[in-house]
């Protein structure tokens, strides 16, 4: 069994998609990126993430098909199209944005999350903290599986 099967049936598993839109926007991802020579599980971590909506899904999706056209190796496109994004966020006071993009930020870099935000976040957007702490328990899952 391929390690993309695996891992969807490892969150399916453990119901962290919040619906078959989340679901299918997933696998798309997967399928399509599982093989590029920058995938890795920090990337997989990231598109469970992008999956989430419609907006954030195209984000994903165009930063993933910009490194695949210029055929990147490795993530250093996506982490620094992030720390901008991140960055814009802060700048208009969009606590919630800018959590959730350094959730990627240290998704692709393989760096620990700083959860302390998560305290305020719960009080002023408690959907976007929820979304938090489902992907950090599909990266645990994530990480839980054998290597790629």
């Known amino acids: 069994m391929r390690w993309a099967d695996k891992c969807m049936l490892e969150l399916t598993h453990r119901n962290l998609f919040e619906d078959d839109g989340h679901r299918s926007r997933f696998k798309d991802l997967l399928d399509c990126y599982f093989a590029a020579p920058f995938f890795t599980k920090g990337l997989c971590k990231c598109m469970y993430l992008g999956a989430w909506d419609n907006v954030h899904f195209a984000m994903l999706l165009d930063i993933l098909n910009e490194m695949t056209i210029e055929r990147a190796d490795h993530l250093e496109p996506m982490v ?6 991140e960055q814009s966020a802060e700048n208009v006071g ?12 240290c998704f692709t870099t393989d760096t ?11 009080v ?6 929820y979304i ?5 328990l599909a990266a645990q899952c994530i990480d839980d599986l054998p290597r790629l």
């Open 132 to 136: 938090i702490k489902r992907a950090l």
């Open 112 to 122: 620990e999350f700083d959860r302390s935000c998560l305290d305020t976040l719960e």
């Open 94 to 105: 969009d606590d919630a944005e800018a959590a959730i993009l350094n959730l990627s930020i």
């Open 80 to 85: 620094d199209n992030g720390i901008v994004l």
């Open 124 to 129: 002023t957007d408690p959907e976007s903290a």
